[in-house]
């Protein structure tokens, strides 16, 4: 019932990737990121420094600063430890009890640690979006795609993507940000997904349609949805002249805007927005500061 012990198997790259059998792209104003469950007790059945968990941690890192660096939410799943078998339910019959209840294993491991703005869940069941909230910190955020890396494909990562996918959220399935228990688990998962539910990619295509998406133009319907999601408001609360600050617009978070507009190729800054806090103006002062795209 415990962990097996993985041996080391070699990370799949493009040439390994199934047809997908939708063409969803990434666009950073819809996409959030999953780092899921990698922490020391799953982590730890690798071969430290070897294929896959080398790439496996080096892509997770890479994918993490980009949407960190975009204002993509950052989202960690975790498991608990020593749960109760009432806690655990039916994965006590598969897996045993699972983490101890000590600090260690529970630990996401050290080259992950979230950053104090990445979102930290319990989890409790294979799928990320079991009893968590991710359901509605996503919608809350208005994002409607889940880029999903971690550990294990063909378990959590899969039933994840399963259940985005249901909920009609576009799941995109990193597949050299992924471990498995072994290359033949790890196709499995890759296959499954590409058919049935997610885009099957890799971490420099998924880098790729970040940073060509951070480079479009904003539309006043994404200025919207930008300044929804850090007033935490439904897009359809904001009308196009409203005074936001009156809607509870204040100068930090007017700066978060700032920052995340800036890193997309707008060069505005804060008094400009603070002087004219409507959408319509936003939008006009966005439209016209646009950087130069090299």
Not at 148 to 159: K, P, S, W
Not at 165 to 189: E, K, N
Request: with cysteine.
């Amino acid at each position: 019932m415990a962990l097996p012990t993985i041996a080391p198997y070699p990370m799949p790259g493009p040439a390994d990737l199934p047809k997908n059998k939708v063409s969803w792209t990434i666009e950073p104003r819809r996409a959030a990121l999953l780092i899921h469950d990698m922490q020391r007790y799953f982590v730890e059945a690798f071969s430290a420094g070897q294929s896959p968990v080398k790439e496996l941690v080096a892509h997770i890192r890479q994918l993490r600063q980009q949407c960190a660096a975009l204002g993509i939410p950052v989202i960690y799943s975790a498991q608990p430890g020593g749960q109760t078998p009432e806690q655990r339910g039916l994965l006590q019959d598969f897996w045993g009890p699972g983490i101890n209840a000590g600090p260690y294993q529970k630990q996401i491991i050290e080259d992950l640690a979230p950053a104090k703005d990445d979102i930290l869940l319990t989890k409790w069941r294979y799928s990320a979006l079991r009893k968590t909230g991710l359901r509605d910190l996503l919608r809350e955020r208005n994002r409607d795609q889940l880029i999903i890396t971690g550990i294990y494909a063909h378990i959590g990562c899969l039933q994840t993507a399963s259940d985005a996918f249901m909920d009609d959220v576009q799941p995109f399935f990193v597949a050299d940000a992924l471990g498995d228990f072994s290359l033949d688990h790890h196709h499995l998962a890759l296959k499954y997904a590409s058919q049935l539910c997610a885009v099957t990619t890799t971490t420099q295509r998924v880098m790729e349609e970040l940073r060509s998406g951070a480079k479009k133009s904003l539309s006043l319907q994404q200025v919207r949805a930008d300044v929804a999601e850090v007033l935490l408001q439904p897009v359809s609360s904001l009308g196009d002249d409203d005074n936001l600050l009156e809607k509870g617009l204040d100068s930090i978070r007017i700066m978060s805007l700032v920052e995340r507009w800036r890193s997309q190729g707008s060069d505005v800054g804060f008094v400009q927005l603070a002087e004219r806090p409507t959408l319509t103006e936003w939008y006009a002062l966005l439209s016209s500061s646009a950087l130069p795209q090299s």
